[in-house]
């Protein structure tokens, strides 16, 4: 299981890299509610905090974060945090959209994981995890990973 991970994690650290011309705008940190894995996926709501790089106002966002892969086992909630990348400064809700990207995870009793996805407005938001996430619980998870996020105003 180490091995799957450590194999899995280089995979994805080197599987979206910020796009050419990209400027880190901020730090997206996310809680992830806890559930069980269906085998062949998951969906699970995810509440955010967006803190733009130079201050301004924080932005929230929450929507669903989900895998279509192996997932199998129970979670509790998670925290995830993920340096944001875009062509430029965003303006208040442009994190808002639909993010895909590879994930995996392993977890007995505490455990990492990470989502590398791509999306938000014309497809130009990168988020590169600035930290593995944490969990708790029993579960092995590989795949690909779907984020939808909404603006909370």
């Known amino acids: 299981m180490k091995k799957f991970v450590a194999i899995s994690l280089l995979a994805l650290g080197l599987a979206a890299p ?11 940190s996310c809680g992830i509610e806890g559930g069980v ?23 929230r966002y ?9 997932d199998i086992g129970v979670t509790g909630r998670s925290v995830v945090a993920w340096a944001v990348f875009a062509p430029g400064r965003t303006r208040p809700g442009a994190l808002e959209g ?19 996805l791509v999306g938000g407005f014309n497809k130009s938001i990168n988020l590169q995890p600035v930290s593995i996430q944490g969990q708790t619980g029993l579960n092995l998870a590989a795949g690909i990973a779907g984020l939808k996020l909404d603006y909370v105003k």
Do not use: H, M, W
């Open 18 to 28: 910020a796009q050419a011309g990209a400027v880190k705008v901020g730090v997206l």
């Open 37 to 59: 894995g269906f085998i062949i996926g998951s969906s699970k709501a995810i509440d955010c905090v967006f803190e733009p790089a130079g201050g301004g106002d924080r932005e």
């Open 98 to 116: 639909n993010y895909g990207g590879a994930s995996a995870e392993a977890t007995l009793a505490v455990g990492p994981g990470v989502n590398v």
């Open 62 to 70: 929450e929507g669903r974060i989900g895998k279509l892969g192996v």
